[in-house]
């Protein structure tokens, strides 16, 4: 609204007078880059401490203390390692809250497991690039394991009455989003007179049917899917290993990545400069941000745990898979497939891209 401002304590400070609001300026430019090396000092004493293993904050995971500086295990660690083994094993949030608090008396809400358990990769022994910053609980490949659980538990609603079994995994080619559930309503009339109602779960593209945005229209029965993946997953796994054993198989590509991290800290400063969080606030997260884009190369080799896949190969599962039930064949799915691409339909026919873990 144009009103101008004057400082009684510091009479320079007068934004109605051309010299006065160069001389604000002036100072907010001072400041501003104070606060950058303030910024820097404390990241690179931030870093420091990280790469001789000590705690920058005195927030520990459950299951470790503070002891000269550095994390050591508790004597609740053999708990939380039981805990984590049992959602790894069952793919549960809600049975694993339960089984903590039955089995060793831990009380725990389902976000707090999940956030601060279970993402933590501290658990792994790693911290902010420091592979040995404390010691480790659970291996790599679990980690990896229940990440990929969590991300794909996300699709998942409580509130399902049926057990999808491709839920969270199916991707639409087109538009690049996950296909939901749905049911199919068939109508058969006999040469009696009689008539039967059926209903088939299927999936379908939500932004086709919903908001119209994309190509990919049609339902997708879910025995279909079984059918292709029952006929055609030894084959595709056989190329996947020999691809990945040979070198061929895709390095990681990570500079999205960090210009999503370079995007947040231009957000930061915005929020700094317009006095939304304080200047302890923006140091501590730039300090953040800048180790997260220090700690990640552009490009990376996959690094794969090929064990679980060559398992399958190995043994018989087509026989052990008619007698799962729906969820204990989302399991089996999710524990080998990262995700099935589904193309277009050409007719009756369509083409789908196994993606595996």
């Known amino acids: 609204y144009n009103v101008a401002w004057t400082a009684i304590d510091q009479p320079y400070f007068d934004t109605s007078t051309p010299y006065g609001r ?6 907010m430019t001072w400041a501003e880059l ?12 931030f870093r420091n401490k ?27 660690a053999p708990a939380m390692l039981d805990s984590i083994q049992y959602f790894h094993r069952e793919q549960g949030l809600a049975k694993t809250v339960n089984y903590m608090r039955e089995n060793h008396g831990i009380n725990m809400s389902i976000q707090n497991l999940k956030n601060s358990i279970l993402r933590n990769e501290k658990y792994t022994g790693r911290y902010r690039g420091n592979e040995n910053y404390c010691p480790r609980l659970i291996s790599d490949e679990m980690y990896q394991d ?14 399902q009455k049926y057990p999808y079994i491709f839920s969270g995994i199916l991707i639409c080619d087109e538009c690049g989003h996950k296909m939901s559930g749905c049911h199919i309503n068939v109508v058969s009339r006999r040469t009696s007179g009689k008539v039967y109602r059926y209903k088939y779960p299927a999936y379908e593209c939500l932004q086709y049917r919903a908001y119209k945005k994309c190509s990919n229209g049609g339902e997708i029965r879910e025995m279909r899917i079984e059918e292709y993946l029952l006929e055609h997953i030894r ?5 996947y290993l020999v691809d990945f054993e040979t070198g061929e198989a895709k390095r990681i590509d990570n500079r999205a990545k960090k210009n999503k991290i370079r995007r947040k800290l231009d957000r930061l400063k915005d929020l700094y400069l317009n006095e939304v969080i304080n200047l302890e606030e923006y140091k501590k997260d730039r300090a953040e941000y800048e180790e997260q884009l220090a700690a990640l190369p552009d490009m990376e080799q996959p690094i794969k745990n090929l064990k679980p896949l060559k398992q399958v190969l190995d043994c018989n599962f087509e026989i052990i898979y008619n007698n799962l039930n729906n969820e204990e064949k989302r399991a089996f799915w999710r524990s080998i497939i990262k995700e099935i691409r589904v193309s277009k339909s050409i007719g009756r026919n369509r083409k789908y891209q196994i993606i595996f873990l």
């Not at 104070?34 to 004493?45: H, K, Y």
């Not at 705690?55 to 002891?67: A, D, E, L, N, S």
């Not at 084959?235 to 190329?239: A, D, N, P, R, V």
């Open 34 to 45: 104070e606060a950058q090396n303030g910024g820097l000092r404390v990241a690179d004493v």
């Open 50 to 76: 990280v790469v001789h293993g000590e705690v920058i904050t005195g927030k520990v995971p459950r299951g470790y203390m503070i002891q000269n500086k550095h994390l050591v295990f508790s004597d609740e």
């Open 146 to 159: 229940i990440q990929r659980v969590l991300d794909n538990n996300s699709t998942i609603r409580s509130s």
């Open 22 to 27: 160069a001389f604000v300026a002036q100072s």
């Open 235 to 239: 084959e595709e796994l056989s190329g």
